[in-house]
């Protein structure tokens, strides 16, 4: 157990929804990460946040946002969903120091998202 | 973009010691190497990290050359739980922001 939540496990839904995947982190940890999987496919990187703020960005569709709540926890949302973007997605949280994070990510057992 | 090369798949018989080779040639000097693995569809794990020196722990061994250009991930007597993807990834150090690029990685396969 990594200590990193995610809510739902799975979820299935249908083209043209919106869903919101939600991510509690590890006690202390200030950074999340959430990245997305698809089948047989590498982990891509979306957005990181950062003690609320956002702080790196990577290839995240316009259809897709996020956020840090004030107590820590992150949620996804994706809407217009389309069949391609069913796939597994993960949160991961990190190590906090006073300047950053130790880049020891923790990863949650993860979101299936299917859309029909 | 990923900014490791690692070989696709390797294979290693049970028992015997698995070396998972990465290349980092363009690696900076505040930037650490980082190891995880991904067994089948869980949540990556967190292996091991390392600046210059050699690094141990209870779960691998990491060498990086002197160069810093490359370095070894070793799982010393590997079982079968060990079949998994292993990646590479380097990254500063105490980062409050970070694009954490994971490749494609390598397949490990453990043979009984």
């Known amino acids: 157990d990594s200590g990193v939540t995610q809510t739902p496990k799975h979820l299935i839904t249908a083209t043209g929804q919106r869903v919101t995947l939600r991510c509690s982190p590890r006690s202390g940890d200030l950074s999340v990460y959430w990245y997305q999987q698809s089948l047989d496919q590498g982990l891509q990187f979306l957005i990181q946040?950062?003690?609320?703020?956002?702080?790196a960005k990577g290839n995240i569709l316009e259809r897709f946002s996020a956020q840090q709540f004030p107590d820590l926890h992150s949620e996804l949302n994706l809407s217009s969903l389309e069949l391609g973007d069913s796939a597994l997605y993960f949160c991961?949280?990190?190590?906090?120091?006073?300047?950053?994070?130790?880049?020891?990510?923790?990863f949650g057992e993860g979101s299936r998202l299917t859309v029909l | 973009d990923a900014k490791t090369t690692q070989p696709p798949s390797m294979d290693c018989a049970e028992g015997r010691a698995a070396n998972l080779p990465c290349n980092h040639s363009t690696i900076s000097g505040n930037e650490y190497v980082y190891w995880y693995r991904q067994i089948h569809s869980q949540g990556p794990q967190y292996i091991i990290h390392g600046l210059k020196n050699n690094e141990t722990n209870e779960m691998a061994s990491l060498i990086i050359t002197e160069d810093r250009k490359s370095s070894t991930l070793i799982l010393p007597h590997a079982t079968l739980r060990d079949t998994a993807v292993y990646y590479c990834?380097?990254?500063?150090?105490?980062?409050?922001?970070?694009?954490?690029?994971f490749g494609s990685g390598t397949r490990l396969s453990i043979r009984p």
């Open positions: 991961a949280s990190s190590v906090a120091t006073g300047t950053g994070d130790t880049g020891e990510l923790f």
């Open positions: 946040y950062y003690n609320g703020e956002e702080r």
């Open positions: 990834i380097v990254r500063n150090y105490y980062s409050s922001a970070s694009k954490i690029i």
